[in-house]
C-alpha cells in the first residue's frame, strides 16, 4: 500500500535536502506574490524552518487577503506584511537580502478575460 503524502512531509523533505540554508540566517527576505500558489509554499517553507531564523515580508495589493491567507502564522514574530503593487515603488526602508519574485498575473480571471495577453507575456 502506497503512503498518500501530506503537503506538511513536503516540506519537512525539504528541510533534510542539501540545500544551504546558512544563507538565510539572520536576513531579510522579501516573497512577492505571496497570495499566490507559490509563493505561499515558499513562504511556509521559511516559516516553518526554525533553524535559520529570518525575517520573512510578505509582500502583496491587499493587507486583509495577506493576512486570511496568514492566519495561520500571525503569531509568528518573523513574519512581516508588505501592502503594495510589485508594478509600482516600494516604498520600505527595510533592507532585503533575499527577494523572491512570485508574483504573476497567473489567476484564472487573468487567463479568462485576456489570454493571448498573458501569451505574450510569457513568451517575450
Request: include cysteine.
Amino acid at each position: 500500500m502506497v503512503k498518500v503524502k501530506s503537503y506538511k512531509d513536503y516540506i519537512s523533505e525539504i528541510f533534510q535536502s542539501d540545500l544551504t540554508w546558512k544563507q538565510l540566517c539572520d536576513c531579510n527576505v522579501l516573497v512577492t506574490g505571496a497570495t499566490g500558489l507559490i509563493g505561499h509554499c515558499l513562504v511556509e517553507v521559511l516559516l516553518l524552518n526554525n533553524n535559520i531564523n529570518c525575517q520573512v515580508f510578505v509582500l502583496g495589493r491587499s493587507l486583509k487577503r495577506l493576512e486570511d491567507k496568514y492566519f495561520n502564522y500571525r503569531d509568528n514574530e518573523r513574519l512581516h506584511f508588505v501592502e503594495s503593487d510589485i508594478g509600482k515603488d516600494l516604498n520600505c526602508d527595510i533592507t532585503f537580502k533575499y527577494i523572491i519574485h512570485a508574483a504573476s498575473p497567473a489567476s484564472p480571471n487573468f487567463f479568462s478575460n485576456n489570454p493571448m495577453f498573458i501569451f505574450l507575456l510569457y513568451y517575450i
